[in-house]
């Protein structure tokens, strides 16, 4: 599993209220990536990495923001979260585009 | 804006029957092309992937090949078997240092025996 975790792994939160997701890495990769899964949207990115406190946008980046002060934790967070928001995220970790390791994944529920 | 388009978006073959699942981007720019499985309720895993100075790569039942004037690439499964029944992916390099990728919408495979 290349020693990518996320926490929490399920959350339900309510409309209005921040919400921070966790990505730890064991592996001292570079680059660290935040994704979101909708049925019928694949996988897409909300923000990534390229080392500690750089930081850029993807293609989802609305809503969300990112910060990365140690080289094995990137933070998501969705400052007002919306219903819209309601998704599976997935971090992914690596040395680039190259062979990204994906985390387990957070499910959540935005009511 | 760099968009990738994966067809078909499912796919249903009897077991030792071959699959082809094909992929085109818009990004000329775009170097590095990785094929994605994700199981259901697992995270994704890659199984292949080919960068812009190769045609084809193969790595036993899995082969990827790149066709980089028509902007097309193809994964191809052959002899397939049940549990290569899954979601598949494909992905390129979209931003200028080809270090974040831009997937396609993803094709459910299902392979019946």
């Known amino acids: 599993d290349a020693g990518i975790t996320q926490s929490p792994r399920h959350k339900v939160t309510e409309t209005g209220t921040p919400v921070t997701l966790r990505c730890h890495q064991t592996?001292?990769?570079?680059?660290m990536y935040w994704y979101r899964q909708d049925p019928g949207h694949g996988l897409r990115l909300i923000h990534y990495?390229?080392?500690?406190?750089?930081?850029d946008k993807g293609e989802v980046s609305d809503g969300y923001s990112v910060s990365r002060s140690k080289t094995e934790d990137f933070l998501l967070t969705l400052e007002s979260a919306t219903s819209s928001q309601t998704s599976v995220y997935f971090c992914?970790?690596?040395?680039?585009?190259?062979?990204?390791?994906f985390g387990p994944g957070t499910r959540l529920t935005v009511t | 804006g760099e968009n990738v388009e994966q067809h078909p978006s499912t796919l249903s073959v009897q077991e030792g029957d071959s699959a082809v699942i094909k992929c085109t981007y818009s990004d000329s720019a775009s170097n590095y092309f990785p094929w994605y499985k994700q199981e259901l309720g697992k995270r994704p895993q890659l199984i292949i992937d080919?960068?812009?100075?190769?045609g084809e790569k193969k790595d036993q039942r899995i082969a990827v090949t790149l066709n980089k004037t028509a902007k097309h690439f193809s994964l191809h499964i052959t002899e397939t078997q049940p549990e290569d029944s899954a979601v598949y992916f494909c992905a390129a390099t979209f931003n200028q240092a080809g270090t974040a990728l831009i997937f396609g919408k993803g094709t459910t495979l299902s392979v019946s025996s």
């Open positions: 592996e001292n990769h570079r680059y």
């Open positions: 990495s390229y080392g500690v406190k750089d930081t």
């Open positions: 080919i960068r812009s100075n190769v």
């Open positions: 992914a970790a690596g040395q680039g585009a190259d062979e990204q390791y």
